[in-house]
Structure formats: C-alpha cells, structure tokens
C-alpha cells in the first residue's frame, strides 16, 4: 500500500509540475465574454440599411478581464468563427462568435487576452504599447504570421503566431515619413495590399490643409532599409482613418471617425478602387455609409476586417475602443456590401 501511495503521490507531482509549466509558458488567459445584441438603430429596430451596407448584427461585447477593453483593430477568419483583435495597451484577443440561422451575427464567447511581447520577449507597457493597426499575412488566416503597428513609438512589427501568442516579433522597416506625424495621432492603419506591399496610413493631417499621408512600404523588408512609395489620402473632414482592410475586388475599406463636443462621434466607411492605388496617387474612393451616434448603435470606431461569404457576399466586421471608459462600449457590427 505504501509503494502504490508513493507512486500515486509521484504521478500526482509529475501532473502538477507539468500543469505548472504549461501554465507557465502560456501567456494567455481565459476571458468570459458576454455579449447582447443590439439594433443598428435603436429607435427604428427593424431598419437595416446604412448608404450601401446591411446591416448583419451587432453586439455590446463585455467581460470581467481587466485587459479587456482599448480593441483598435481587428480580423476575421475565413467562415467567420473567431476573431483576432489588438488593444492600444498591447494585448491580443481571441474571441469565437455565432451566427443565427439566417447567417447574422448572434453571440460572442470563449475568448482568450494575452500581453503583446516586445523583441526582448517582455510585456510592453505605456507607449511602447499603442498597437493600432493588424493585418494578416494570408487572409482568413488567424494562426499564421501578422503585421502590427503602433503609434507614439512608431513602428511595424511582424509576429508569428503559429506557436501561440507569446511570440516575440521581427521589425519591418518603414520609412520616415512618418517622422512628421502627431505625437497619438500618428501611424494608424495597415493593410497587406499584396504579399510585397504593405500599405499603411496617418490617422490625421500633418498640417491644415494637407492631404493624409499614406504609403506602400516594402513587405516584409530585411529588417534594416525601408523601400517607401508615398500616396495620400483625400480628407473627409472631419473625419480621420481608423483602420483598412483588403476588399475582395483589389481595392481596400478604410474606416474613418470623427468626434466634437459640437458634432458629436460619427464613422464613415469609404471603398477605394485598386486602379486608384499606385505611387504618387490620392486616393479618394466612395463612401458606402455614414453613421452618427446620434441616431446609430456605434461607439468610437477603430477597426474593420473583411471576409467573404459562402455564396460571394462581402462581410464587413468593424469593432470599437472603449478607451477604457465606463461611458463607452465595446462594440462588434456586421455589414454587409450591397451595391
């Protein structure tokens, strides 16, 4: 009985020294999310058309994780079960969502946070953190390699997270034009226009009456030299870029904010065409929808993704920041694109 005790209190050891270090190497955690859906338009539920877009489904997305929260971009996987999000205090999220039987966005659950890791393999801090843009380097494609940016220490850094989470990335040189950006208003979208492309833009103007500055920086780069190509951006004042995304036809969706004590909080998406895209351009697009908060279930807009559906449709996912206020929510929204 002894020896049988002893080697059930050894197995027991082994187990829990092996839990312990599995424990140890994850750097993520479980989040209870819980969500509630919520109409485009609160006073008119059953109306669903925004400009060009349909509605799909929107959710208010909360959860008793103190790291959640801050969500500036986001992207979708290929049939649209989860999520992969970054916080402007440099955490990951994953989230898996659930549809009704008519395809609309229903419900939002089992997600993991996990701290970003800078190229010492640490968790950054302050403005080390301020991830904004994500994008991924094959699309649909959550657990492959991906492309981030921050802002205030600009930069873009490229993390492959086939083995988790805690991956520690590799730097993607940029080009110094954005030197002359604001201090957090600076480096703000990006998007893998093509596998050698990198597109990325400011969130703001330089100076009054400037166009926004944007560029198509080599991908991945050898880590030193940056190859620029400059572009820029018609501005829609008020309105500044929040995120973009690859569209279906060659093009992107850029997803754009605006906010006053006068005006209050708006979004606009607008469609850029590929034959618009190309060194020396400014890009001006169409604008598929413009949303207020004064009429519209949105919050202060930061990210879009794009995925396809089963029978061709083109999905628009957009996920607000709640800057970590009590005032604000963290939203999800579905559209999709009707011509």
Do not use: C
């Not at 999520?83 to 939002?108: F, K, Q």
């Not at 198509?216 to 309105?239: A, C, I, N, Q, W």
């Amino acid at each position: 009985m002894k020896r049988r005790a002893l080697h059930f209190l050894a197995a027991g050891l082994a187990l829990a020294v092996g839990a312990f270090a599995f424990i140890a190497e994850s750097s993520g955690e479980p989040a209870d999310i819980q969500s509630t859906r919520i109409p485009l338009y609160p006073t008119h539920a059953s109306e669903k058309r925004a400009g060009m877009l349909i509605y799909r489904g929107g959710l208010e997305l909360r959860s008793g994780n103190r790291a959640f929260g801050g969500w500036s971009d986001l992207a979708v996987n290929a049939d649209g079960s989860e999520i992969l999000s970054i916080s402007d205090e440099a955490h990951w999220l994953r989230a898996h969502l659930t549809y009704d039987a008519n395809g609309d966005l229903a419900g939002a659950n089992s997600g993991e946070i996990a701290p970003m890791l800078n190229m010492g393999g640490r968790a950054m801090r302050g403005k080390e953190g301020d991830a904004e843009g994500l994008t991924l380097e094959h699309p649909g494609d959550l657990y492959g390699t991906v492309a981030v940016s921050f802002e205030r220490d600009v930069r873009v850094w490229r993390y492959d997270l086939s083995h988790g989470l805690d991956a520690q990335p590799t730097n993607v040189p940029i080009g110094h034009w954005v030197d002359a950006l604001h201090d957090n208003r600076q480096l703000e979208a990006i998007t893998l226009w093509k596998p050698d492309t990198l597109l990325a833009f400011a969130e703001t103007k330089v100076n009054d009456g400037d166009d926004l500055l944007g560029a198509m920086e080599s991908y991945p780069g050898d880590g030193k030299m940056p190859v620029t190509r400059m572009l820029s951006v018609v501005p829609h004042d008020p309105f500044a870029i929040t995120s973009a995304a690859n569209a279906p036809d060659g093009g992107i969706y850029m997803l754009e904010r605006r906010f006053s004590f006068l005006g209050g909080l708006g979004m606009e998406i607008r469609h850029i065409a590929p034959d618009e895209i190309r060194e020396g351009a400014r890009l001006n697009g169409e604008v598929l929808a413009e949303l207020s908060l004064q009429d519209a279930n949105i919050d202060n807009m930061e990210g879009i993704a794009v995925r396809r559906g089963p029978a061709g449709e083109i999905f628009l996912y957009i996920i607000s920041d709640d800057n970590y206020s009590p005032l604000q929510r963290t939203l999800l929204l579905m559209f999709e694109v009707k011509n």
